[in-house]
């Protein structure tokens, strides 16, 4: 999280790993503060700051329907009793106030205008405080919103440019809802000079651009829909049909495959991501970057329900339980990937395990009873997996070196919602300066 001040108002970035950008703006003097656009996955990330700072939170703020995150405002909203605001095209359930152009917001004494900005949706909406702008997804650094979706308009966008943008001054600072380059600001005089977007002065021109070649619709739109716009809560789990069908129709890269290396080795669904069971806290970065909502794979299920509580406890929301993990898969007709023949952990279980027990009871025979307690030991071992379905012998005999393989790099994956091709025009036009 990066701070900065803007005028007298406190600036909270609250960066995610797909390039969405949230923002707190807090005025120091009274100590509210106004949320903007907050990853479902960094509510408890900014309560924590927002509790930190002694903040109260009054507003909790959408800036336009997001198609490729799930937004944190319900959760963010309930939490510190705060008003939710939201622009009334967009339908939102649980909204209660929907602020008409020019309508301002209090913090303090500050002031923090709403502006009606649409073009990459119909429902879009800036902020303009304190000599910044905070633009949404509909001028970014070095680019300008996509709108190929959700009744997205690439003239109403340009309309909304020339109408907000045009009038603010070069020193107004540039807080935009994505940026996949790492970057958290620019300022309005920088991108006249360098966006080659906003160089379009002729609104037949720009239109033709920016929907010339547009990016693949995003894949997981429909369920994160269900979510933001009409407030229904992401399931703890889905039948595997269910889940095969999402697969198919291009939801693969949000999977998240929580088995060992050499089960994945053996078979597995294509595209889906490999954080073992035992990897998630150190690889949290990667568990985010996967689009959500987020199906969580192992073999039988058992796995996928301990990532999903383990994850919940560091803040990852927007997951799902895949009923019946793999085997329920392949019995289901679900396509797989198979590599080469391993034995399996199960298999390789039940020999250790088995050997344990005889080696056990023929040191007992031939050296000292006492040896029974190793055969003891490992059968209570076995009742106990039995029980609760989880195994240490496994996750022991996975890290053994015959059932090492090479390692899955980590960092960004390419996924559904906007992360497939960005929220930001595909590709950026000739400048016609």
Not at 75 to 88: D, K
Not at 300 to 318: K, N, Y
Not at 361 to 375: I, R
Request: glycine share 12%; charged share 20%.
């Amino acid at each position: 999280m990066t701070a900065s001040a803007v005028s007298s108002l406190v600036v909270l970035s609250l960066p995610h790993t797909q390039g969405c950008r949230g923002y707190l703006l807090a005025d120091p003097d009274s100590r509210q503060a106004l949320a903007l656009d907050v990853h479902l996955d960094l509510v408890e990330e900014a309560a924590a700051r927002i509790a930190a700072n002694g903040w109260t939170l009054p507003y909790v703020v959408d800036s336009h329907t997001h198609a490729d995150h799930p937004s944190g405002a319900a959760a963010l909203a309930a939490r510190f009793r705060s008003t939710r605001i939201a622009h009334a095209a967009g339908r939102h359930e649980g909204v209660t106030r929907h602020p008409a152009d020019g309508d301002r917001l209090h913090l303090g004494d500050q002031e923090v205008q709403v502006r009606h900005a649409p073009g990459h949706t119909p429902d879009h909406m800036v902020l303009v405080a304190g000599g910044a702008l905070f633009s949404g997804d509909s001028l970014l650094i070095g680019s300008v919103a996509r709108t190929d979706f959700l009744g997205g308009d690439a003239g109403v966008l340009f309309d909304s440019l020339q109408r907000i943008v045009g009038p603010l001054s070069d020193e107004t600072v540039l807080y935009p809802g994505h940026d996949y380059q790492g970057r958290v600001s620019s300022t309005l005089g920088q991108e006249r000079r360098t966006n080659p977007w906003l160089a379009w002065k002729n609104r037949a021109e720009f239109v033709e651009r920016l929907t010339a070649d547009r990016p693949p619709r995003p894949a997981n739109m429909d369920a994160l829909l269900e979510l933001n716009r009409d407030g229904h809560a992401v399931p703890a789990t889905v039948g595997v049909l269910e889940a095969i069908e999402r697969v198919r129709q291009g939801g693969a890269a949000s999977v998240l495959d929580v088995r060992m290396p050499m089960e994945r080795a053996a078979e597995s669904v294509a595209g889906a991501r490999l954080v073992p069971l035992d990897e998630l806290e150190q690889r949290l970065d990667d568990v985010r970057a996967l689009p959500a909502p987020r199906l969580i794979l192992c073999r039988t299920g058992r796995r996928s329900a301990l990532a999903q509580e383990a994850l919940a406890r560091l803040g990852v929301g927007a997951l799902t339980v895949i009923e019946g993990g793999l085997e329920a898969w392949k019995l289901a007709g679900g396509p797989i990937v198979t590599g080469a023949p391993r034995m399996s952990l199960e298999r390789q279980v039940r020999v250790a395990a088995g050997s344990l027990v005889v080696v056990g009871a023929l040191l007992a025979w031939l050296v000292h009873p006492g040896f029974l307690a190793l055969s003891a030991f490992v059968g209570a071992g076995l009742v106990f997996a039995g029980l609760t379905d989880t195994c240490g012998m496994g996750m022991l005999l996975a890290k053994m070196p015959w059932n090492r393989v090479a390692a899955e790099p980590s960092g960004p994956v390419g996924g559904g919602g906007c992360a497939a091709g960005g929220c930001a025009a595909s590709a950026s036009p000739s400048d016609p300066r």
